[in-house]
């Protein structure tokens, strides 16, 4: 397999997908009605009533990640596709560790996750895959509705309950496996923090993983094109011996609704 395999890979999942993109009708002021207060104005505040539902969405990021708290970080940039109507989501990474160019596919799909990292496009250097990896990719996959498209929370399939006038939880289920999460909202309406109890943390070489509570705390927000989202955050996890970051991320740029060529 050559270097680009992984790139490769990612590329004929994402074409299969986009080859498949129905007519989308827009989000109304009814769609809103079921939702917590707090959600409700978040999308109100993202600007997305009157616009098209987001069946696809592409997010480019760059940034930085680490394997643990006391790890070098090690610059990142990423691009990812999510798709919702399938459930599926593809990302790709890539950075570089000691001078040596790494590379990583997440592939989320068909009841299935797998996670494999390759450093010069040919040494193995994580692989995972598993239920544990498929809970854990599911809260990703709400985490990245919940973040980048915004529009997707009238989606059914969520169930919200209502904690106050700042805070909500949300309950999604996807090929029988059932994930939970509790979202935080700040006075000017916008989600601030996604926290969720039930994703694991795999090891550097991915063959063992720890359930720990995962958060992606934002810092900031700004407009892509009509609607306004998160521009930059963090994700951590929560050790026993106290939070950490592993990976910061900036947005560069969020798509909705691609289609193939």
């Known amino acids: 397999m050559g ?16 080859a498949h993109v129905p007519t989308v009708m827009p989000v109304t002021e009814a769609d809103l009605e079921p939702l917590p207060a707090p959600v409700e104005r978040y999308l109100r505040t993202t600007g997305v009533v009157g616009q098209p539902r987001v069946l696809n969405f592409r997010v480019r990021m760059h940034g930085r990640i680490r394997n643990g708290p006391d790890a070098a970080w090690m610059p990142l940039r990423a691009e990812q596709y999510n798709f919702v109507e399938s459930r599926s989501r593809f990302f790709y990474l890539t950075s570089s560790m000691f001078l040596i160019p790494v590379s990583g596919y997440h592939r989320y799909a068909q009841s299935s996750a797998a996670m494999n990292i390759k450093a010069a496009g040919l040494v193995q250097v994580a692989h995972a895959t598993g239920d544990e990896l498929f809970q854990s990719e599911t809260v990703t996959l709400l985490n990245d509705m919940c973040l980048f498209a915004p529009a997707t929370l009238v989606d059914p399939a969520l169930v919200w309950e209502p904690v106050n006038g700042r805070t909500a939880r949300v309950r999604f289920t996807n090929a029988g496996r059932t994930v939970r999460a509790e979202l935080t909202f700040n006075d000017g309406c916008e989600l601030t923090n996604f926290s969720s109890e039930d994703r694991y ?17 934002v810092a900031r927000y700004r407009s892509f094109g009509p609607v306004r989202l998160v521009a930059s955050g963090e994700a951590r996890w929560d050790m026993s011996t106290g939070s950490y970051s592993y990976i910061e991320l900036e947005v560069d740029d969020v798509e909705y609704n691609l289609r193939a060529g």
């Not at 270097?3 to 986009?18: F, H, W």
């Open 201 to 217: 943390q795999a090891s550097p070489d991915g063959k063992s993983m720890t359930r720990r509570r995962w958060s992606t705390p």
């Open 3 to 18: 270097p680009m395999s992984l790139r490769a890979e990612y590329e004929r999942d994402v074409a299969r997908e986009l």
